[in-house]
């Protein structure tokens, strides 16, 4: 059985004693939030999520998470040899950062980054120091952007598909928790949450899994993700539901309301990214950015109405 350093003892012990999330108000003056990561944020299920809940729970508030994930990539700039058959080297995230910083000027940055970046090997200090510098330049340069940036722990990699680098994203996470002590970050927690989570289940089924890959969460466990930001975002009650059908059923058009969010936060992503240039192949072109303003435009004023109605 694998063994637990001191400091991550003590952070699963305060993600069980529930302390472990402080709670964050978003400025009023903000109401888009740039989120970067991997396909698991690219996929985008915890950002619609989010956004759906928190749009029921305040309709007048009308946050939107602008999603810039993009997969394969990494802050680390590491690649494995043969990354995806040989057809083409992981994404560095900083080859397209500073077009980002500059089209989308963000006053608030979501950074979920970690899965790939040790490329699944090992735990191996020089892929860390890589994985660490990556981590403090995204830093250095929302702040001189005059961004603020909250960080994610990476999810979790099963360790029933390589226990080696499951331990490789727990250290990962434990050295991004402890900058909240060390330099005030603001970090949100999802790691262990979520792997105890899948714990629990596992104790009931032990087939349970949240991603069939190890990598990719399923709906729920993407639901896993987006419940700890929601609740360091304020809601602290989601924490207590199971499902996100529980959460977004409880409203009359709640399930709608998520479709319609879904959609409108592909068109962006798709749109953005496009806008600003990417070097990953085999990505949906977006709209140009006019266009895709007035297809969400449309869209937004169906979830106003369907809001009005809840």
Known sequence: MRKLTCLTFLFCFSVISGNAQEKYDI??????????????????TYLAQMETYLHLRNPERNLIFLNLG???????????PNHAGGKFPRPDLFERLDRVLMELKPKLILACYGMNDGIYRPF??????????GVLRLNEKAEAAGSDIIWLTPPIYDERKG??????????????????????????????????????????DPD???????????????????????????????????????????????EKVFELITQKQ??????????TGHQRPGLTEG???????????????ELYNLLLEK
């Open 163 to 204: 226990e080696a680098y499951a331990n490789v994203l727990d250290i990962y996470s434990d050295w991004l928790l402890s900058k909240k002590y060390t330099d005030n970050w603001k970090v949100i927690d999802i790691h262990w949450p979520m792997k105890k989570s899948l714990e629990d289940h596992r104790s009931i």
């Open 27 to 44: 400025p009023q003056d903000v109401h888009e939030v740039l989120v970067l990561g991997n396909s698991i944020t690219y996929a985008g």
């Open 266 to 275: 592909k068109i962006l992503r798709d749109a953005w990214l496009t806008k």
């Open 208 to 254: 349970f899994a949240y991603a069939e890959d190890g990598i990719h969460p399923n709906t729920l466990g993407h639901w896993e993700m987006a419940k700890p930001i929601i609740a360091y975002l304020g809601e602290t009650d989601v924490l207590n539901i199971d499902q996100p059908e529980t959460a977004f059923q409880s409203y009359e058009s709640g």
């Open 124 to 133: 191996n200090e020089d892929r860390f120091k890589l994985f660490k510098n």
């Open 287 to 301: 709209l140009p950015i006019n266009e895709a303003k007035d297809h969400v435009e449309k869209l937004e004023k």
């Open 70 to 80: 993009l997969p394969s990539e990494t802050v680390s700039g590491l690649s494995e």
